[in-house]
């Protein structure tokens, strides 16, 4: 299972190459975890994917930002597909 982490702020997003969300962004922390089906604990009904962001460079993100996750197959086919605005604390 694959999943994608596609960002961009402002009216200016940086591109979606790999390169140059390098140069913006790290990610760390990175838990995965399976859930479990509550009546069958053989049965997984969810995965639960937990990782920090964090802006690496001196240019601020504009908030409400949009973050988009694509769950994709072994094969890269989409699965399935959110998009969220976060805003600031």
Do not use: H, Y
Request: proline share 4%; charged share 10%.
């Amino acid at each position: 299972m694959w999943v994608l982490v596609c960002w961009g702020c402002s009216s200016n997003p940086v591109s979606q190459v790999s390169e140059d969300l390098s140069l913006v962004l790290s990610i760390t922390n990175l838990s995965k975890f399976l859930i479990p089906d509550r009546q069958n604990a053989d049965l997984v009904i969810g995965v639960s994917i937990q990782v920090d962001v964090v802006n690496t460079v001196d240019v601020p993100i504009q908030v409400p930002f949009t973050i988009t996750w694509t769950l994709r197959d072994g094969d890269g086919s989409v699965l399935g597909q959110v998009s969220q605005q976060l805003a600031g604390l």
